[in-house]
């Protein structure tokens, strides 16, 4: 069945493809409200956004205090274990940052094109 929704989950070359012929029968095509309407990325998006709230917080509280410390009392405090897990919050937030730049030009590449994309970022064939 056609349906012009192409964020939805179940959306492919124009139609509505789900996994199971309950979906298929149950499915309105071309309304948000279609009851299987399931817009992953936006869903995706949400939940970093929650992550990074959490990684946000362990950096404030966590991280800050502890870059004001010096070796010997980060030893005496077991803060060794502390700062592993400030280290692993900044690598969950580098990786976040990476997803966010793809998602970006992941967009611009379906809004503009690859070559346009290619030409902006100065990519070498
Ligand atoms: S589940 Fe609904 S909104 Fe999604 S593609 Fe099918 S008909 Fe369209």
């Known amino acids: 069945m056609e ?7 179940w959306y492919a070359f124009g139609s509505c493809c789900p996994e199971s012929e309950e979906i298929f029968h149950e499915a309105v095509p071309n309304s948000k409200d279609c009851p ?32 004001q410390k010096h070796v010997e009392e980060l030893n005496e405090m077991d803060g060794i274990k502390l700062w592993n897990t400030y280290d692993m919050a900044f ?22 094109g690859v070559e346009w994309v290619r030409e902006k970022y100065k990519l070498i064939k």
Do not use: W
């Open 36 to 67: 299987h309407y399931f817009d992953l990325k936006s869903a995706a998006e949400a939940e970093r956004k929650d992550m990074i709230k959490g990684i946000k917080y362990v950096f404030n509280e966590i991280g800050n205090p502890l870059k």
């Open 91 to 112: 690598k969950l937030l580098e990786s976040h940052l990476r997803c966010k730049t793809l998602d970006e030009i992941l967009d611009e590449v379906n809004e503009h």
């Open 3 to 9: 349906c012009n929704l192409s964020e939805c989950q």
